[in-house]
Structures are given as structure tokens and as C-alpha cells.
């Protein structure tokens, strides 16, 4: 009964959400998942966890590079290109990390997630951790 309840709020969050605020929430959560990983680099565990971590990271990359690639995308050029490098930096990084895991590969893309998840709300400081 109680994880029907949950089921239903997340759809409906889902629902009510804006862009801005969606796209916060996902890097936010990015963010999280690459934080925890960070926390736990010892654990048994670790590979599956970072891998994951930086599946998702790439898979919200690769969203975000699509979407600003669209001819349609309002923004102005000037953020496309600077966004468009960025993504370009981050999946460099994302590579680096899979192919020499280190923790501190990682801080960059947690950061770079927390400040833009920061800029969609508004807010003037992205740190979660």
C-alpha cells in the first residue's frame, strides 16, 4: 500500500515539474550517485556502483547534447557551444574515470553537476556534499 503511495507521488512530481527543475533534480542526482561512490571506494562493490554512476552521468550528458543540438533549442548560440564543450569535457572525463578509476576523477563532474543544478534553481551555490 505505502509503495503504491510512493509510486503515485513520483508520477505525479514527474508530471508537475518543469524543465529547468527536472533537469536540476537528474544532476542533482548525478551528482549523488558519483558523491557515494567517492564515499565508498573501498567497498566490495565499487565497480558496479561506479559504473553505474557514470552510466547515468553519461546517458544525462548525451540527453543534454542532443537537446541543445536541436535546431529548434531556444538558448543562443553562445551557451549551446559553451554547454556543447562542456558535455564534450565531461565525457572525456567520464572515459578517463572508466578506464583509470580514481576518486578524485570524479570531483570535477560532481561539481560541474552540482553548479548547473545550482543555476537551474537559482540558486547561488550548487554544493551538496
Not at 550517485?33 to 567517492?38: E, F, G, H, T, V
Not at 552521468?57 to 537537446?67: L, R, V
Not at 531556444?74 to 572508466?98: Q, V
Request: proline share 5%; hydrophobic share 35%.
Amino acid at each position: 500500500m505505502l509503495q503504491n503511495g510512493i509510486r503515485h507521488y513520483q508520477s505525479v512530481e514527474r508530471e508537475s515539474l518543469s524543465g529547468r527543475e527536472t533537469e536540476a533534480r537528474v544532476l542533482t542526482q548525478a551528482a549523488l550517485k558519483l558523491i557515494d561512490c567517492q564515499n565508498n571506494w573501498d567497498a566490495d562493490d565499487r565497480k558496479h556502483r561506479l559504473d553505474e554512476a557514470l552510466q547515468y552521468n553519461q546517458k544525462i550528458w548525451s540527453i543534454f547534447q542532443a537537446e541543445i543540438s536541436n535546431p529548434d533549442n531556444p538558448l543562443p548560440n553562445e551557451i549551446k557551444i559553451n554547454l556543447l564543450n562542456l558535455s564534450r569535457f565531461i565525457d572525456k572525463r567520464i572515459i578517463e574515470t572508466m578506464t583509470s578509476p580514481s576518486p578524485e576523477k570524479l570531483r570535477i563532474i560532481i561539481r560541474i553537476n552540482q553548479n548547473i543544478a545550482a543555476g537551474l534553481r537559482g540558486s547561488p551555490s550548487g554544493s551538496i556534499n
